[in-house]
């Protein structure tokens, strides 16, 4: 059974800081390609920043600068820091892997960021 776990959400200031933590079992996890999405309230799901098998990362134009993306292949984990926060980041931050080719895609149950003004 694959999970993908999320935690380290929560409320913080405006200029704060948080670490979210997603920890994967049930896949080969070095052979994914994990990647942070996020869904602002009334929004769509949108792409934070991913991670390769080989540590290659890409993230968006919003949060280059402020936040990072980085894997533990040997704990099976995938990590966001995410430093300066603002309000605007708030949202239900979740964990994605996808296999080569795409041919699995798995979703964690989310986490939520809330940062205050």
């Known amino acids: 059974q694959v999970q993908l776990v999320e935690s380290g959400g929560g409320l913080v200031q405006a200029g704060g800081s948080l670490r979210l933590s997603c920890a994967a079992s049930?896949?080969?996890?070095?052979?994914?390609?994990m990647a942070w999405y996020r869904q602002p309230p009334g929004k769509q799901r949108e792409l934070v920043a991913s991670?390769?098998?080989?540590?290659?990362?890409n993230s968006a134009d919003f949060v280059k600068g402020r936040f990072t993306i980085s894997r533990d292949n040997a704990k099976n984990t995938v990590y966001l820091q995410m430093n300066s926060l603002k309000p605007e980041d708030t949202a239900v931050y979740y964990c994605?892997?996808?296999?080569?080719?795409?041919?699995?895609?798995?979703w964690g149950q989310g986490t939520q960021v809330t940062v205050s003004s």
């Open positions: 049930g896949i080969i996890f070095s052979i994914y390609t």
């Open positions: 991670i390769t098998t080989s540590g290659s990362t």
């Open positions: 994605n892997a996808e296999s080569p080719y795409n041919y699995w895609n798995y």
